[in-house]
């Protein structure tokens, strides 16, 4: 059973860089046609996609985040990370990774999340 | 500001048969796949309806996933108490300032 665990600060100071890692486990990061994303959803409101990577490292971010972000994969460790730049308030969120499968679900199908975690962003 | 429009909330009763509708323009709904989510409270989403109508494994034929032109739906018939939950549409937006994958707002749907 594939399972994923995000880790990270959960206190970044404004103007700083939102770093988190997402580590896979139960299968390998490289296997099939997956792509691996980073979705946010602030309290009380609904999901915003951040971005996505294939283990080729081809990457796809939000156009509004797109300056901002950057995601990585590092295959020897199964995991990947999000860096998201100049962060404020309007930042904080819960962070999800998920994994997504283009060949069984397309674009936008995410099958497997994980459990999130709170990023605030405050002095 | 969500770029695929859902209703804030929806309600029914045991037994009733409820949809939740989401609609988008030409560039989301209206040329690629629609997938539904559903978000019970503390947990992370899950994979409900993915390319219009399917389901995964898993997933109760209670729940059925439909689409025409920038428009899509969700019904849940024989609602029950354990789908008390938030709903989110999603699809792949082929925008002119580069792809992306974009959300409705979400409906919260109470089971009276």
């Known amino acids: 059973q594939v399972q994923l665990q995000e880790s990270g600060p959960g206190l970044v100071k404004p103007s700083q860089t939102l770093s988190l890692t997402c580590t896979v486990s139960?299968?390998?990061?490289?296997?099939?046609?997956?792509?691996w994303s980073w979705i946010r959803q602030p309290a009380g409101k609904g999901l915003e996609w951040i971005g996505r990577?294939?283990?080729?490292?081809?990457?796809n971010y939000n156009p509004s985040l797109k300056s901002r972000v950057t995601i990585s994969v590092d295959t020897s460790k199964n995991q990947f990370s999000l860096k998201l730049s100049s962060v404020t308030a309007a930042d904080t969120a819960v962070y999800y990774c998920?994994?997504?499968?283009?060949?069984?679900?397309?674009?936008?199908?995410?099958?497997?999340w994980g459990q999130g975690t709170l990023v605030t962003v405050s002095s | 500001q969500s770029v695929l429009t859902q209703p804030p909330s929806a309600s029914g009763t045991p037994g009733q048969r409820v949809t939740i509708s989401c609609s988008g323009s030409?560039?989301?709904?209206?040329?690629?796949?629609v997938y539904w989510y559903q978000q019970l409270p503390g947990t992370a989403p899950k994979l409900l309806i993915y390319?219009?109508?399917q389901r995964p494994s898993g997933v109760p034929d209670r729940f059925s996933g439909s689409k025409s032109g920038t428009s899509a739906s969700l019904a849940i018939s024989g609602l029950r108490s354990e789908d008390e939950a938030d709903y989110y549409c999603?699809?792949?937006?082929?925008?002119?300032?580069?792809?992306?994958?974009?959300f409705g707002g979400g409906t919260k749907l109470t089971v009276l």
């Open positions: 998920a994994r997504g499968d283009g060949y069984s679900y397309g674009y936008a199908g995410f099958d497997y």
């Open positions: 139960g299968g390998s990061i490289s296997s099939g046609s997956y792509y």
């Open positions: 990577i294939y283990t080729s490292g081809s990457t």
């Open positions: 030409s560039s989301n709904i209206g040329s690629n796949y």
């Open positions: 390319r219009n109508n």
């Open positions: 999603a699809a792949w937006d082929d925008s002119l300032s580069g792809p992306d994958v974009v």
